[in-house]
C-alpha cells in the first residue's frame, strides 16, 4: 500500500519559470514531510522539510506547501534553473522511518 | 566529513548466485536503513536497525533477504540466491535520532540479476 504518492511523473518547465510538484499522503499521523531530490548515479538529498504543524516553509527558491485537511503538499521551485533537473522524492517520516513516493522526474529547459 | 558508503557501486551477478551488499553509516549515527529503488515501486524501505539492533524488517521480500549489522560502523545486505526480478538499485541511509527527521543516503547499488 502506497502511502505516499506522487502523480504526473514527469515535468518540464521553462527555466525562470516555476515548478510545482505534488504530493498526497494518506496517514494522518505523520510527524513531517520531506522532499528530496536525486540526481542519476547519486543517492537522494535532503531539501527540505515541513512540519506538520506548519503550513508553509520557505528556503531560497523552494517552498513547501502543506494542506492537512487534504493530506496534500506540494512543492515550488521558483525560479526554476537547469542544475534542477533531477528527479524529487516527496516523504513523510513516522515512527523513525519515511515513506517515500515515487518520484517526480523534472526537466528545466534552458 | 565522509558521507555513507557504499560498496561495490555495481554488481552483475548470475542467477543463484549469493550477492553481499555493504555499508558504512556517517560515524555517531545511530540509525540505519536499507532501501530499494525500483521504476515499479519507487523507494522502499526493507529493514531499519537502531543502534545495531534490526527494529523493522517487514519490508524485507522474501527469505532469500537478510541484513546485519555486528557493529555501528557496518551493515551488510546479502541475497541468496539471487534472482533476476532483485535487480534494482540498493540505498544505505543513516540517521541520528533526536537530532531531526533528515535521513543521508548513500550513492547505492546498482544490482543486475542475469
Known amino acids: 500500500d502506497q502511502q505516499v504518492k506522487q502523480n504526473s511523473p514527469s515535468l518540464s518547465v521553462q527555466e525562470g519559470r516555476i515548478s510545482i510538484l505534488n504530493c498526497d499522503y494518506t496517514?494522518?499521523?505523520?510527524?513531517?514531510f520531506l522532499w528530496y531530490k536525486k540526481y542519476p548515479a547519486e543517492g537522494p538529498t535532503f531539501l527540505i522539510s515541513i512540519s506538520s504543524i506548519k503550513d508553509k516553509n520557505e528556503d531560497g527558491r523552494f517552498t513547501v506547501f502543506l494542506n492537512k485537511s487534504a493530506k496534500h503538499l506540494s512543492l515550488h521551485i521558483v525560479p526554476s534553473q537547469p542544475g534542477d533537473s533531477a528527479v524529487y522524492f516527496c516523504a513523510a517520516y513516522g515512527n523513525n522511518r519515511l515513506a517515500f513516493g515515487k518520484g517526480n522526474q523534472v526537466v528545466v529547459i534552458p | 566529513d565522509a558521507g555513507v558508503i557504499q560498496s561495490p557501486r555495481h554488481e552483475v551477478t548470475e542467477m543463484g548466485q549469493e550477492v553481499t551488499l555493504r555499508c558504512k553509516p556517517i560515524?555517531?549515527?545511530?540509525?540505519l536503513f536499507w532501501y530499494r529503488q525500483t521504476m515499479m515501486r519507487g523507494l522502499e524501505l526493507l529493514i531499519y536497525?537502531?543502534?545495531?539492533?534490526?527494529?523493522?524488517d517487514s519490508g524485507m521480500p522474501e527469505d532469500r533477504f537478510s541484513a546485519k549489522m555486528p557493529n555501528a560502523s557496518f551493515s551488510t545486505l546479502k541475497i541468496q540466491p539471487s534472482e533476476p526480478r532483485d535487480s534494482a538499485v540498493y540505498f544505505c541511509a543513516s540517521s541520528l535520532v533526536g537530532s531531526g527527521v533528515e535521513q543521508f543516503f548513500g550513492p547505492g547499488t546498482r544490482l543486475t540479476v542475469l
Open positions: 496517514n494522518s499521523m505523520f510527524d513531517y
Open positions: 560515524s555517531g549515527h545511530n540509525s
Open positions: 536497525f537502531n543502534n545495531n539492533v534490526p527494529i523493522d
